[in-house]
Nanobody, 125 residues
């Protein structure tokens, strides 16, 4: 059983930066990929970024965040990060980290069993 806890959300002005953290417990952290998803008010949850198991050699990003967001992992701390730069009002959402406890997270991202409770990011214009 894997537990995930997000932190780092908050209110930021457009153009600013935030770093989200996803602390994991349970299972063997280095054996599974972790992804970030977000859900804006009135919209469906969407994929943001994912990082593969172990050293995180494989990373994927949604087109909407490429070049602005960076996903990384610190296996010593059992934590995955999402560095968000050049934030836009349309990035406002609740951000969730998630894993299906496998080595890679791949589209269409079905069957993801483990989710955190989310952290709210609000970007003001």
């Amino acid at each position: 059983q894997v537990q995930l806890v997000e932190s780092g959300g908050g209110l930021v002005q457009a153009g600013g930066s935030l770093r989200l953290s996803c602390a994991a417990s349970g299972g063997t952290f280095t054996s599974y990929a972790v992804g970030w998803f977000r859900q804006a008010p009135g919209k469906e949850r969407e994929f943001v970024a994912a990082i593969s198991y172990s050293g995180g050699a494989v990373r994927h990003y949604a087109d909407s965040v490429k070049g602005r967001f960076t996903i990384s992992r610190d296996n010593a701390k059992n934590t995955v990060y999402l560095q968000m730069n050049s934030l836009k009002p349309e990035d406002t959402a609740v951000y969730y980290c998630a894993t299906d406890a496998t080595a890679y997270l791949t589209p269409p991202y079905y069957g993801i069993d483990y989710w955190g409770k989310g952290t709210l990011v609000t970007v003001s214009s």
